[in-house]
């Protein structure tokens, strides 16, 4: 009888100490513990950080007097940024006036100048006062440039070109437009025209 009560008082101490090792809670690895506090800590840190701002760009160059700080101005810049002043923007806008009239006068220094040429023509069939002769001028002298050229860019195709003189055409022969920008469309024209001669 003794050694029956011996055996069933071991039986219940093995069984406390099962349940007591399965209630108690699992310790986590340290290091894993470390690891994953720290990568809550940087999202945490990530979404409570201000947005960064892309820095301002300087346009004033481009309204330089001297030729060669203007040409600067435009390498510095980009063709795609002295570009996108002269074109309308995407939600309807226009860039500021006297911004646009110093990209206009800024398109021959373009690393590609026929680039702008589409644009260019658009304005001189436009009503404004200033940019209208500014792109007239521009114009004659981007082709001016393509005829001098001993290659010209591959930009310009004989259908662009062909395209270009059309435009001209239509701003030469529309009443609304001065008399001092169609001239300007008939010598840019024939500047093209013999450009397109070339190919």
């Known amino acids: 009888m003794a050694r ?23 310790v986590p690895d340290r290091g894993t513990t470390s ?17 960064r701002e892309e820095p301002a760009v300087d346009y004033t160059g481009l309204s330089a007097v001297d030729p060669l700080a203007r040409a600067r101005a435009v390498a ?17 806008g226009r860039p500021e006036p006297a911004l646009a009239l110093a990209a206009i006068r800024s398109a021959p220094w373009l690393a590609d100048p026929a680039l702008a040429l589409p644009l260019l ?6 009503r404004d006062p200033d940019h209208a002769p500014a792109a007239a ?8 440039g393509l005829v001098e050229r001993s290659r010209l860019p591959e930009s310009v195709t004989p259908d662009k070109l ?22 300007g469309a008939v010598q840019s024209a024939a500047l093209l025209s013999a ?4 190919m």
């Open 195 to 198: 450009a397109r001669e070339r």
């Open 121 to 126: 023509i658009a304005m001189m069939n436009g």
């Open 4 to 26: 029956r009560r011996g055996g069933l008082g071991a039986e219940i101490l093995a069984g406390l100490a099962a349940a007591v090792a399965w209630a108690a809670p699992v």
């Open 162 to 183: 062909a395209a270009w003189i059309k435009d001209l055409g239509a701003v030469e022969l529309s009443a609304r437009v001065r008399a001092d920008i169609r001239l």
């Open 35 to 51: 690891s994953a506090s720290a990568q809550q800590a940087q999202v945490a840190s990530d979404a409570d950080a201000p947005a």
């Open 137 to 144: 001028e521009a114009t004659i002298e981007i082709a001016r």
């Open 76 to 92: 510095a810049l980009g063709d795609a940024r002295v570009l996108a002043q002269l074109a309308p923007r995407p939600d309807g």
